[in-house]
């Protein structure tokens, strides 16, 4: 793992309490993942952020295509000279029905006219001075991905692992058993001190969540320790 510090800074956005990060390792340059940004005072948070921060966006980074997690990927792909939104193929019948699921909760049809530059498992995107590998995690939805920054030991989960549970698997094109293989045979296996960053809620470690999230048992491994020096990122959130 590197030394130096990749920074990132936590969003919480709309209704459901979706968890928009933003990331830099290099002055000036950052990406975007999950915009959920849905209010204009949730608009104007992320704007002040990254005047604070003097940062530029310079890609857009989607785990998967619900609602809720790109309200504000239109507006932002706009303002910043239309920079790369990038979203797996798979789904794009997700984004279908996403004025139908927010119209449910009263709240207004997200903007899907944004262009989309698509992923694949196994692609390392270079962005900013980091590296974010892709890690097609289906279940969830069909077409989730994990974003894993691996000299920093950080992954982007979205919706598909969580602090203590996994992503729900009730919704049109979901499927509990791809969900299960996706988190057994991608990311459970993975370095044990690595830190997820989730679409909701707080901040975990795979080892944790190895060794104690009661939605992955009976497959629980004995817990391993976890040495808090390996820690390379500095989070800041606003819970």
């Given at each position: 793992?590197?030394?130096?510090?990749?920074?990132?800074?936590?969003?919480?956005?709309?209704?459901?309490?979706?968890?928009?990060?933003?990331?830099w390792?290099?002055?000036?340059?950052?990406?975007?993942?999950?915009?959920g940004?849905?209010?204009?005072?949730?608009?104007?948070?992320?704007?002040?952020?990254?005047?604070?921060?003097?940062?530029?966006?310079?890609?857009?980074?989607?785990?998967?295509?619900?609602?809720?997690?790109?309200?504000?990927?239109k507006?932002?792909?706009?303002?910043?000279?239309?920079?790369?939104?990038?979203?797996?193929?798979?789904?794009?019948a997700?984004?279908?029905?996403?004025?139908?699921?927010?119209?449910?909760?009263?709240?207004?049809?997200?903007?899907?006219?944004?262009?989309?530059?698509?992923?694949?498992?196994?692609?390392?995107?270079?962005?900013?001075?980091?590296?974010?590998?892709?890690?097609?995690?289906?279940?969830?939805?069909?077409?989730?991905?994990?974003?894993?920054?691996?000299?920093?030991?950080?992954?982007?989960?979205?919706?598909?692992?969580?602090?203590?549970?996994?992503?729900?698997?009730?919704?049109?094109?979901?499927e509990?058993?791809?969900?299960?293989?996706?988190?057994?045979?991608?990311?459970?296996?993975?370095?044990?001190d690595?830190?997820?960053?989730?679409?909701?809620?707080?901040?975990?470690?795979?080892?944790?969540?190895?060794?104690?999230?009661?939605?992955?048992?009976?497959?629980?491994?004995?817990?391993?320790p976890?040495?808090?020096?390996?820690?390379?990122?500095v989070?800041?959130?606003?819970?």
């Amino acid at each position: 793992m590197r030394k130096d510090m990749l920074n990132i800074r936590a969003l919480t956005c709309n209704l459901l309490q979706e968890r928009l990060y933003v990331a830099w390792q290099e002055a000036g340059r950052c990406i975007i993942a999950d915009p959920g940004c849905y209010s204009p005072a949730e608009i104007s948070a992320l704007e002040d952020l990254l005047a604070q921060e003097s940062l530029r966006p310079e890609a857009i980074l989607l785990t998967h295509g619900h609602f809720d997690h790109f309200f504000g990927a239109k507006l932002l792909q706009d303002r910043f000279g239309g920079i790369p939104v990038y979203m797996h193929p798979a789904d794009e019948a997700v984004l279908g029905y996403s004025a139908d699921m927010a119209g449910r909760l009263g709240l207004k049809a997200p903007d899907t006219d944004f262009a989309r530059t698509p992923v694949q498992d196994g692609q390392v995107l270079e962005i900013a001075g980091m590296k974010w590998e892709v890690i097609a995690t289906p279940g969830h939805t069909p077409g989730g991905v994990c974003y894993l920054e691996r000299e920093a030991g950080v992954m982007l989960t979205g919706d598909t692992l969580f602090a203590g549970s996994i992503g729900r698997t009730d919704f049109l094109y979901s499927e509990y058993d791809d969900e299960i293989r996706s988190i057994m045979e991608k990311l459970i296996l993975l370095d044990p001190d690595i830190r997820i960053l989730p679409g909701h809620g707080p901040t975990s470690t795979i080892g944790h969540e190895r060794t104690h999230n009661p939605f992955l048992e009976p497959f629980n491994e004995p817990e391993e320790p976890i040495d808090p020096e390996l820690e390379p990122v500095v989070i800041r959130g606003d819970i």
